[in-house]
C-alpha cells in the first residue's frame, strides 16, 4: 500500500479498534472503485488499469474482508456482550448487515468475475452490479457509522486491556501473523 504524506499512520493489532476503524477505510476505498467502474465502463470493455482495479477490489472483497467480519463477529461482538446488555440489538443488526452483504458481495464477485473473464456484461448484468455496489454503499455508510459512533467507543470504554489484547492476537491470527509479534497495549486514554 502507498505511503501518503499527513496520512495517519495504519494501527497495529495491538490497537484491533483502530484497525478495525483502518479496515472499514479500505471498505470504502475499494466499494468506491466498484461503484466507479460501474459508472465508467458500465459493464463494457475495460482499459488495464481499469481491469486490474476490478480484479483487486474483487480480490480484496472476497479474501480479506471476510476477516473483518469474523473479527467483529468471532472476537469483537461476543465480548462486547458480556460487558454490555445494552449493546445485543445493536449487535444483532450489526450482524444481520454482514450477511446481507456477504450475499451481495457474492453477487458482484460472481459478475464483476465474468467481467473480467468475458470482456463486458450483458446490459442487465451491468445494470444489476451497478444497483448492487449502490446498495452495498449504502449498507456500509450506515453500517459503519453505527460501529465507528456508538460500538467501537463503547468497546474502548468497556473491553479490558486483555480483552482488546485478546482480540488483536486473534485478528493476527487470522491473517497468520505471529502472535509474539503483538506488544500489549497501554490502557486507552478515553477523552469525552
Known sequence: ????????????????IGLLTDCHRR????????????????????????HAALE?????????APKHTADEESSLFPRLRVHS?????KLAALEADHQHADQDH??????GREWLIS????????????????????????????????VFPLASRLLPAGDRH???QEMAARRQVKQAQIPIAQPAIIRS
Do not use: C, N, W
Not at 28 to 43: D, P
Not at 56 to 64: D, G, K, S
Open 1 to 16: 500500500m502507498p505511503i501518503v504524506i499527513g496520512a495517519k499512520p495504519e494501527s497495529s493489532f495491538a490497537d484491533p
Open 27 to 50: 471498505i470504502e476505498r475499494f466499494l468506491g472503485v466498484l461503484a466507479r467502474l460501474a459508472v465508467e465502463a458500465g459493464g463494457g470493455p475495460l482499459t488495464p488499469e481499469q
Open 56 to 64: 483487486t477490489a474483487l480480490r480484496y472483497f472476497r479474501e480479506a
Open 85 to 89: 446488555e445494552d449493546a445485543a440489538e
Open 106 to 111: 457474492a453477487e458482484v464477485d460472481r459478475l
Open 119 to 150: 470482456g463486458g456484461l450483458s446490459a442487465s448484468d451491468a445494470a444489476q452490479f451497478s444497483a448492487l455496489t449502490a446498495k452495498l454503499k449504502s449498507l456500509y455508510r450506515e453500517h459503519i457509522a453505527l460501529e465507528e459512533d456508538v
Open 166 to 168: 485478546a482480540i488483536g
